[in-house]
């Protein structure tokens, strides 16, 4: 017998504060996967997670890994025969700090304030985990659908080992639907899918003009130092518009959703008078448009600067690519781009460094019906929006190359003002609480007949 969305809504409150409690246990793990030092802290993170769903009648729990990578939980729970498979995806591990002095709080002590849970991995991506927890524990003992839980530990570093891991473990993974919670919402009361996700290359250039530094005065005025060079060439990547000017990077249009400018400068948090760049609709800029950005530079340090000319230097750039570009051949076009626009004839080094896919999802079909279903009942009759994303999810497109008869639902519990990988990370617990409850009756529409729902 079906469970009613109104008992679904009421079972969802009475386990809140349980999943709440959980959530900032987890939080409590430094479980940081860039840091050598904080290998343990993966594993005991991983070791928590996979009590939780033990917990839960998870009866099938392991901790995996594959190709030498970190350890991803993975947990099953078989449904009624007949009832469809949903595989819950969500990562355990989390960003740095960076400078503890940028935090109101300790990062690694969970703390409410204003309506929000202030934490490292509170929202990105701890708050996944506890979202699909609280999904399968609202229902009990009468999980509608089986149920996969899979639970990464290296997602901030790449997923670099999850191509390996999907293929390794395709037996025990296998669904009819995967819901990806890595993403966010169009905004406080505005639920969203995710269908569009920029893919990602990033390279390091160095320019070279001397085989030793030299003294600026003998030679300033007719051998160019490096860093001028290097510059120059960075300077080539934009058009005045601040329009990427790299030949052959593509674009796509974008879904027709308003996004104001005053929006934009607010939740950036772009400094008073600076102007914004780029050409077109607000959404294609970030969405479905190709970015360049300098994000490392390695030059003299300007307290270690002296009257020479600088024989090298060297910048790290980061590409983002529009949905239906690809990675090989965007990293070809910024090599072409580079060695072409290098000025005097400076020696130019590019080097590869990260690729990732962009991902374009077609979210029509039983599966989407269902979560626009939930999502509705969750936010009180607000219509989810189909959003884009401008940053970049690389092993999105991984889950889908190796499931394509599977729906993959994008969705996620952050918001504009979440600052996830910044200082004071934080869990908007009223829109969370919301999250829950459209995953929990997500799982009651895919088990449940559609007209059984609203």
Known sequence: ???????????????????????ESLVRIPSVSADPARVDDVRRSAEATAELFRAEGFDDVQILSAG?????V?????????????????????QPVGDPA??????????????RLYGRGAADDKAGIAAHLAAVRAHGADLPVGVTVLVEGEEEVGSPTLGAFLEAHQDLLGADVIVIADSGNWD??????TTSLRGLV?????????DHGVHSGMWGGVVPDALMALVRLLATLHDDEGNVAVAGLLSAPAADVDYPLERVRAESGVAEGVELIGSGSVVERLWTKPAVTVIGLDATRTVDASNTLAPSAKAKISVRLAPGDSSEQAMA??????????????QVTVTPGEYGE??????TGPAYDAARAAFREAWDGVEPVDMGVGGSIPFIAAFVEAFPAAAVLVTGVEDPDTRAHGANEGLHLAEFERVCLAEALLLHHLAAPATSRP
């Open 202 to 210: 990033d390279c390091f250039v160095e320019v070279r003009t001397l």
């Open 333 to 346: 076009r910024v090599r072409e781009h580079l060695e072409k626009h290098v000025a005097w004839g400076a």
């Open 68 to 72: 030498g990578g970190a350890p991803a």
């Open 102 to 115: 940028d935090w109101d709080s300790d990062p690694f002590e969970p703390t409410e304030r204003g309506g």
């Open 358 to 363: 962009p991902t374009l999802i077609d979210a």
């Open 1 to 23: 017998m079906w469970s009613t969305p109104d008992a679904i809504r009421a079972a969802v409150r009475e386990v809140m504060p349980s999943v709440r409690a959980d959530l």
């Open 188 to 193: 406080i009361g505005e639920p969203a899918l």
């Open 74 to 94: 993975v947990a099953r729970r078989p449904g009624p025969e007949g009832a469809p498979t949903v595989l819950l995806y969500a990562h355990h591990d989390v």
